[in-house]
């Protein structure tokens, strides 16, 4: 008797664990169970990325990602189950479902854990979202006691790992908030939620809580590696177009030009004396006075001939930035329009007093209102560029009623994060409908994931001009850029410079040090801008030509004209295959742990490393040199093995930087403007001790016309062991295009190609579009 009653109860077990094993369903992109009171989904949307979303059962889930655009691709999963755990494996990685706790985990393809959710780490909370009843939603996760992250946006926190640490993203002036990190096990994570959200590291667990949701829901993405997961958000997000050549050139700015001819003028001054110039920004009250505020139409009083204005900064071959801000005064017709149509959320915005409030960007046909008024009064007129100011937006008088306030998309609070990335995709596409002749080019101050695609380049916003900011900017750079998003830059000098107007402004010996130090760093960001308040920050300010200060950054304004060549083909590298400009040490030198933590440096683009001097009256500095590679130093040609730190002098015009071996760096003409002078006379630097490669990539500079094939690249690849250049056959076509060349190749080394020296080359050859093999 008692061993049947065994036999039925053994098999009423195995039964019950048949039926649990089996209850998850297949789908065309994964499989979905239900567990633990929640609907659990993971979704492939590629080989290498894995979406997953919970639920609480029962609920109807209409979501659609403003961030995510990428539609899943078929993806062949080999699935199985066993003791209760689910294993989809892709043809990169494996993720695992645990039947019974509806945790999920991810292994390479051989096994080696990468990242898993915590046991019952998904939590709901019922919560009202001003009348709508949802969740707050919070997401566990563990990871390896040392595994160091990246992301995160732009916080300034100085650190460049941001564990151990609890962050409120919340977008702010200053704090690009984006929940996203990028670990140095070569994975990467995107919490899809635009409400706020608190990131929390600590011992026990890292997690996502976000105040609105209606799910959990996360992309897994595995590079492997750094730039990888860099790739795969970009496919996930969008890739960043093409912006024109002249942007990376130099840009002069102002809390504020007051009038049109004080604006011509500096441009002038910059020609006459010489030194680079490409852009020029009109800061905000161009339209008169607070009760016009953004009007998008220019003062007759100060700005009488806004036509003749733009028409003279063409003339000089420069280019115009103007800034537009989200929020408007009562008195402007666009305030009228959208508070008709009930488009305005209702709380107050910049400036103080002026009653001024936020368009409703996340709905389709306010931005479509935005763009008519900016378009007629401002872009009809031929401007080049936009400064698009206070994107976060800028948020005074707060009140927790204001989060309450009803959008397009839900309640302000419920979308809050993506602001930003609503603006910028309005002005963008707008743009590109209206002409495909002109890049669109958008400065703004606050970013979400997916910007990139929007043509924006996020500054680090209205910094004080002090020291430890300076070196907060580099951390801050980088991780930026480590979310995925290709384009940053900040005000050279830091914007309130109040501090330093008792001491002579300008003249102030201490501000000039600052303000040196800080250019150095900006010529190797992706955009060298010139901007603040207090002080007037253009080159004549600071002295004459042959005073220190002015020679110092004339001198970094020639260079970076000089490496135009190598930046914009990596700005094309960015484009074409997901690339970035400022790198971190572990995207280049995943090997060596030393620089996983080092916030003082980084690479520019795939050659060079950048150590700006962050400290007063630094006459030497320490550097690391990463493992695995020669090193250059770029201003001697002497060469040091890395995996080692070393001291470097650095007198006022010198900042340490790098060039590792294998290298081969385009050397640009000495110009006043990016287009002044075709490239068909460039040195070619080559740093020997590896072998190298480069695309040199040339377009019509200003137009899509590249999206249609229209651009040409040629290839330099050098054999260290045989000491050969081989340039291959250019490929592609475009109007306009070099067909005849002449290449001065130079082989660095101890006073030969170096700094901004003119080398005699070591061979110059003539090309004109077919393979040459060069014997050096």
Not at 735 to 763: Q, Y
């Amino acid at each position: 008797m008692n061993y049947r009653i065994s036999l039925c109860l053994l098999l009423i077990f195995a039964f019950a664990e048949n039926a649990l094993a089996q209850s998850y369903q297949r789908t065309d992109l994964g499989v979905k169970a239900n567990i633990q009171s929640m609907d659990v989904e993971v979704q492939f949307f590629s080989p290498d990325i894995v979406r997953v979303l919970k639920q609480p059962e029962g609920t109807v889930l209409k979501k659609e990602s403003l961030s995510v655009i990428k539609k899943p691709q078929e993806t062949h999963l080999d699935i199985s189950d066993q003791d209760n755990i689910v294993t989809i494996k892709s043809e990169s990685i494996q993720t695992k479902l645990n039947l019974k706790t509806g945790s999920i985990s991810f292994e390479t393809i051989s096994g080696t854990p990468l990242f898993t959710e915590k046991d019952y780490g998904t939590q709901f909370t019922p919560v009202k979202d001003a009348d709508k009843a949802t969740y707050s939603v919070r997401q566990a996760f563990l990871l390896d006691k040392d595994e160091v992250i990246y992301g995160l946006g732009q916080q300034q926190n100085g650190k460049l790992n941001q564990r151990g640490q609890k962050i409120y993203l919340r977008q702010e002036n200053m704090k690009v908030c984006i929940p996203f990190f990028n670990s140095v096990k070569g994975y990467g994570v995107f919490w899809d939620n635009y409400s706020p959200t608190t990131f929390t590291d600590n011992a026990q667990e890292t997690s996502f809580d976000s105040e609105v949701g209606d799910c959990s829901d996360y992309y897994f993405m595995y590079g492997p590696g750094a730039d990888g997961v860099v790739a795969r958000m970009r496919d996930l997000t969008g890739q960043a177009p093409m912006m024109p050549l002249w942007v990376y050139g130099f840009v002069q700015s102002r809390e504020r030009y007051k009038t049109q001819f004080e604006l011509v003028d500096v441009v002038k001054k910059y020609r006459a004396l010489k030194v680079p110039l490409d852009g020029i920004v009109q800061d905000w009250q161009y339209w008169g006075k607070d009760d016009n505020w953004n009007a998008m139409s220019f003062d007759p009083s100060t700005y009488p001939k806004p036509q003749l204005m733009i028409d003279s900064v063409h003339q000089l071959n420069a280019h115009l930035f103007i800034v537009s801000w989200p929020g408007f005064a009562p008195k402007t017709p666009q305030y009228q329009e959208f508070k008709q149509k009930n488009m305005l959320i209702n709380f107050d915005t910049w400036p103080p007093g002026a009653n001024t409030r936020p368009y409703d960007v996340y709905n389709p046909e306010a931005r479509d209102i935005y763009w008519h008024y900016l378009n007629k009064g401002i872009f009809s007129l031929g401007i080049d560029a936009w400064w698009l100011d206070s994107t976060e937006p800028d948020h005074i008088n707060v009140q927790e009623k204001d989060f309450d306030q009803p959008t397009y998309l839900g309640t302000f609070r419920s979308v809050e994060n993506a602001f930003p990335l609503q603006h910028t995709k309005g002005v963008y596409e707008h743009q590109r409908q209206t002409t495909d002749s002109k890049r669109v080019i958008l400065l703004t101050r606050s970013a979400f994931a997916g910007q990139q695609r929007y043509s924006a380049n996020t500054w680090s916003g209205d910094v004080v001009s002090a020291w430890p900011t300076l070196k907060r900017q580099i951390p801050a750079a980088v991780n930026f850029s480590l979310t995925g998003l290709p384009y940053w830059n900040g005000d050279i000098g830091g914007f309130f410079a109040g501090a330093f107007v008792r001491g002579g402004g300008a003249k102030n010996p201490d501000f000039q040090e600052l303000y040196v130090r800080w250019m150095q760093f900006a010529t190797f960001t992706p955009m060298m801008r010139s901007h603040g308040t207090d002080i007037p920050r253009e080159i004549y300010q600071f002295g004459n030509r042959g005073d220190w200060a002015f020679d110092a950054q004339e001198k970094f304004i020639n260079l970076r004209y000089h490496l135009l060549p190598y930046l914009y083909a990596t700005a094309w590298n960015v484009t074409h295959n997901s690339g970035s400009i400022i790198r971190s040490l572990y995207s280049e030198f995943g090997q060596d742990k030393q620089g996983y933590e080092n916030n003082s440096e980084f690479m520019f683009g795939k050659s060079f490393l950048v150590i700006p001097v962050t400290e007063k009256g630094v006459k030497n500095q320490s550097v690391y040199l990463p493992a695995g590679t020669q090193w250059f130093d770029f201003w001697t040609g002497e060469s040091t093995s890395g995996g080692k730190s070393i001291e470097k002098a650095t007198p006022m015009d010198i900042i340490p930087l790098y060039v590792q071996a294998g290298s081969i760096v385009p050397w640009g003409p000495k110009v006043q403007y990016a287009t002044e002078k075709k490239w068909d006379h460039l040195t070619i630097r080559i740093y020997p001790g590896a072998n190298g490669k480069f695309t040199l990539y040339e377009d019509q500079n200003d137009n899509y016309n590249y999206e249609k094939g229209m651009y040409a690249t040629i290839d330099f690849i050098w054999n260290d062991k045989a000491r050969t250049l081989t340039i291959n056959d250019q490929q592609g076509a475009f109007e306009g295009m070099i067909k005849k060349r002449t290449f001065d190749i130079v082989l660095v080394g101890p006073g030969h190609g170096n700094g901004l020296n003119v080398t005699a080359p070591d061979k110059t050859i003539s090309y004109a579009g077919k393979k040459k093999v060069v014997q050096l």
